[in-house]
């Protein structure tokens, strides 16, 4: 694959890697590389070079995020045999094997909207979602216990129809609750 210079008009920025698994494993872990100084404790990266070591498959790309990367968290989606990269252009991204991509690109793969947490207990949780002129809320569970790092604001990400939490650079599925009797009970609780 060529090498281009990436630029962007915001800070975001959209990218295409090809190539064999190998090879885009081996891009993967050069943007670590690019991304310097105190962006991402050592103990993060060290984690992420291993889980990039051992992905099999260009679909397990998809639960890595680096949070750490400036203004904008750095995800990653298959797109037939090559993995599309939606990150932030505040980095020397020429180093790498790479095609652009429209930026318009980067809500195909990140697909976030922003909530505020109203409710939680130690499974479930309720939250209003930001920047909508009707109250849209989500009730949702939650297999392990979710650290919301970022207080009563937090992003939900939608991969198709399944919705994904961004903890420790990882997406941790979500479970919407759909029983309106439990909905009812955790309104009751949220004091909605």
């Given amino acids: 694959m060529e090498k281009i210079i990436l630029q962007g008009v915001c800070s975001e920025q959209v990218f295409r890697l090809g190539g064999s698994l190998e090879d885009i494993k081996g891009e993967v872990l ?7 100084g105190d962006d991402g404790s050592m103990q993060e990266r060290k984690e992420l070079r ?10 397990e790309f998809e639960k890595l995020v680096f949070e750490f990367t400036c203004n904008y968290e750095t995800y990653f989606k298959k797109k037939g045999d090559d993995l599309l990269v939606a990150t932030s252009n505040n980095y020397d991204w020429e180093g790498l094997d790479c095609y652009p991509e429209d930026e318009d690109e980067r809500y195909k793969i990140t697909d976030e909207k922003y909530y505020t947490l109203i409710f939680q207990d130690e499974k479930y949780a309720v939250a209003k979602r930001e920047s909508t002129k009707k109250q849209k809320l989500i009730f949702f569970e939650f297999d392990r216990e979710i650290n919301f790092s970022y207080g009563k604001s937090f992003k939900l990400i939608k991969r198709g129809k399944v919705l994904f939490i961004v903890e420790n650079n990882e997406l941790v599925k979500i479970n919407e609750v759909t029983d309106e009797n439990l909905k009812n009970k955790l309104s009751i609780l949220a004091n909605l």
Avoid: V
Avoid at 30 to 36: C, E, R, T, Y
């Fill in 50 to 59: 291993e889980k990039i070591k051992n992905i099999t498959n260009l679909k």
């Fill in 30 to 36: 050069h943007m670590l590389d690019i991304i310097k």
